[in-house]
């Protein structure tokens, strides 16, 4: 299927996703762009939003792309589904992680703010990624899984959709955390 | 557990790397907080944009690496018909994502209240910023994919994370820079 896509099914079956995407990005801009930005530590909140962004499509991007991949190469098993999705958790625990202390070491070096106290900077980045990967992992994999199946090029379809699914919710998710955590 | 660890191996340092190359790209929006504020469709739009060219750059990385594994691209540096096909298909798809971007940004934008400014040459920043970016990543996803794949590697495992966290730095500072050049 995938070896012979014309530019036109390419456009066909890549472009409404795209819509789809470009929607959920805007609705995750709104988040951003009207409640995010009334936050008194927004200077150190955008700090961390680029790079959970960039973390789920590291992370969800790659996950998706090797479901497919192994659906398309006929290899997709339970164990390897089970053993994928535990590999982009341990992953996202350890970039999370990550986050939070690249984020505390740039605001201690250039912002300078202690509005926000220094665990949170641990906390927000790994919440906000735990809660917006428990939605995208099973919402991609039976989009994988129904996209294949109704012949439709997996690899074409399911990452625009999804990326528009995940920008959303990690935003949301973020709102959700540092709401919860009551960051000022 | 031996496909968890081949992927804990060939992700860990990539999405490290691809981390802190989002919070540098924070930190470009964060010292740039008076251009945000004079342009407040940005932050609206830059999600978007952000995903517009990180969605296409992974289809091609995903499409490449699936030619590459069943043999419908021969892991040379050479300009195949199945290259082509590829790059006009995404190369139009993003032509036509951007002009519903753009339409859809700014319609949002005046519904949800949020101030317009210099539109026009806004809308001129947006679409150069994103012909560039593809033009760069296309040249150097083919050459990527093909490099890691002959060395046995999995290029979804490197270039996705790469790609994604590359699109989300260089859009808002490419913005940015054509902000400052231009207005």
């Known amino acids: ?184 | 557990m031996k496909y968890y660890m081949k992927i804990l191996k060939e992700s860990i340092i990539i999405v490290i790397l691809s981390s802190l190359m989002g919070m540098i790209s924070g930190s470009v929006l964060s010292s740039n907080k008076d251009i945000l504020s004079a342009i407040p469709i940005l932050l609206l739009i830059i999600p978007a944009l952000n995903s517009l060219i990180g969605d296409m750059s992974t289809v091609l990385v995903s499409r490449l690496t699936t030619h590459l594994y069943i043999g419908t691209l021969s892991p040379k540096i050479q300009i195949s018909d199945r290259l082509k096909e590829d790059f006009y298909g995404l190369l139009i798809t993003t032509l036509l994502s951007l002009v519903s971007l753009l339409f859809l940004g700014y319609l949002v934008g005046i519904i949800s209240g949020i101030r317009i400014v210099n539109p026009l040459l806004m809308i001129f920043i947006m679409s150069l910023t994103v012909l560039l970016l593809f033009s760069i990543m296309f040249i150097a996803l083919f050459f990527g994919a093909i490099f890691l794949f002959k060395r046995g590697r999995d290029p979804n495992n490197f270039l996705i994370p790469f790609v994604t966290s590359l699109a989300d730095f260089l859009t808002p500072l490419f913005l940015i820079v054509f902000i400052i050049i231009f207005i």
């Open chain 1, 1 to 184: 299927m995938e070896s012979q896509d014309s530019k036109g099914k390419i456009i066909k079956e890549t472009f409404p996703s795209e819509i789809v995407s470009i929607i959920g990005d805007l609705l995750a801009g709104i988040i951003l762009s009207l409640l995010i930005v009334h936050f008194d530590s927004f200077l150190v909140l955008i700090l961390m939003i680029p790079a959970l962004l960039s973390l789920r499509g590291n992370l969800s991007g790659p996950f998706i792309a090797r479901t497919s991949r192994d659906l398309v190469i006929g290899t997709l098993s339970r164990r390897s589904w089970l053993e994928n999705a535990l590999a982009t958790y341990t992953l996202s625990l350890i970039t999370a992680f990550f986050i939070g202390i690249f984020s505390m070491i740039l605001n201690l070096a250039f912002f300078k703010l202690t509005i926000l106290p220094m665990g949170y900077f641990i906390l927000i980045p790994i919440i906000s990624i735990i809660l917006a990967l428990s939605i995208s992992i099973p919402c991609s994999t039976g989009l994988n899984y129904l996209a294949f199946k109704k012949g439709l090029t997996p690899n074409n379809v399911v990452n625009p959709v999804m990326t528009a699914v995940d920008d959303f919710s990690t935003v949301f998710c973020f709102l959700l955390t540092i709401i919860i955590l009551g960051v000022p």
